[in-house]
């Protein structure tokens, strides 16, 4: 398996990861009063945005050449990283 492959493979379950805990919030706001809800909602944009943008990435991986993810593997994962950071300190705040 190439490292890109790997890659792929590892954004792809964070992804599904991040998809089912944004199924967890959208049903804690469905219970939620109106004020929480509103809160929620903010949130969960939030961590949708992040979940579009690493989709996104997992995209440019998947379609890329060798060569390429050999020029931009690094730069790759470091957003990535970045990108992953982000949602975990959107989900922390419903903790």
Do not use: P
């Not at 990861?17 to 009063?33: L, Q």
């Not at 943008?53 to 990535?80: F, H, I, N, P, Q």
């Amino acid at each position: 398996m190439t490292d890109r492959k790997a890659q792929a493979d590892k954004m792809k379950a964070t992804i599904d990861e991040w998809n089912a805990e944004i199924d967890k919030v959208e049903a804690r706001m469905r219970k939620a009063e109106a004020e929480a809800r509103d809160h929620y909602a903010e949130q969960l944009q939030q961590m949708k945005v992040q979940r579009d943008r690493a989709e996104e990435t997992l995209k440019k991986v998947r379609d890329s050449s060798e060569k390429a993810w050999e020029d931009m593997g690094k730069g790759m994962t470091d957003a990535w990283k970045a990108m992953n950071d982000s949602f975990k300190q959107a989900m922390d705040r419903f903790k």
